[in-house]
T-cell receptor, first 117, second 114 residues
Framework: GAVVSQHPSRVICKSGTSVKIECRSL??????MFWYRQFPKQSLMLMAT?????????EQGVEKDKFLINHASLTLSTLTVTSAHPEDSSFYIC?????????????FGEGSWLTVV | AQSVAQPEDQVNVAEGNPLTVKCTYS??????LFWYVQYPNRGLQFLLK??????LVKGSYGFEAEFNKSQTSFHLKKPSALVSDSALYFC????????????FGSGTRLQVQP
């Protein structure tokens, strides 16, 4: 079964509005989650590292005020795209590091398609 | 900085034939190497990983990969391809010099023809 749940799987929003994407770790507590974005036919690019109880660490070039990350509990991280624009349309994927017992395997959510119109 | 190279954008193979998807890496220290598969409009599914131990790693769906330290490679292989193996494959690396996220290669599209 799924280890990581991501919601919504698809969302369409109007330009200028905000949209929230949730990432839940179903099988274990996750102090660290990662957010990636993927443009069509391209690879995954790390956006930020989400740390439970502290501020996220953003990659160079990623606007932290635009992509708000909240990791309020050990099983939930949220990515909010604020004041969305069409160029923010992309596939957003979260990932979770498994436990030592799973060999620290990194699991991915099913992804969320964001379309900004 | 860590990096991964997947030199082939696409690999075509006939069903029943062996397949190889190439991956080379660059990382400080010992690498943790992964292969993931992505079907259209879906997230990534874990196939296999190399952490330590035997250089030949066996994973899901009959896939395996061979770690070659001298060539800094981690090629994905399968003895007999299936049409259902057609998908996008990503190689990824992770190190323990302070950066825990995966760095992905550009991806290789595998097309298995009936």
């Amino acid at each position: 079964g799924a280890v990581v749940s991501q919601h919504p799987s698809r969302v369409i929003c109007k330009s200028g509005t905000s949209v929230k994407i949730e990432c839940r770790s179903l099988d274990f507590q996750a102090t660290t989650m990662f957010w990636y974005r993927q443009f069509p036919k391209q690879s995954l690019m790390l956006m930020a590292t989400s740390n439970e109880g502290s501020k996220a660490t953003y990659e160079q070039g990623v606007e932290k005020d635009k992509f708000l990350i909240n990791h309020a509990s050990l099983t939930l991280s949220t990515l909010t795209v604020t004041s969305a624009h069409p160029e923010d349309s992309s596939f957003y994927i979260c990932s979770v590091i498994g436990t030592v017992f799973s060999g620290n395997t990194i699991y991915f959510g099913e992804g969320s398609w964001l379309t900004v119109v | 900085a860590q990096s991964v190279a997947q030199p082939e954008d696409q690999v075509n193979v006939a069903e029943g034939n062996p397949l190889t998807v190439k991956c080379t890496y660059s990382v400080s220290g010992n690498p943790y190497l992964f292969w993931y598969v992505q079907y259209p409009n879906r997230g990534l599914q874990f196939l296999l990983k190399y952490i330590t131990g035997d250089n030949l790693v066996k994973g899901s769906y009959g896939f395996e990969a061979e770690f070659n330290k001298s060539q800094t490679s981690f090629h994905l292989k399968k003895p007999s391809a299936l049409v259902s193996d057609s998908a996008l494959y990503f190689c990824a690396v992770r190190d323990y010099t302070g950066r825990r996220a995966l760095t992905f290669g550009s991806g290789t599209r595998l097309q298995v023809q009936p």
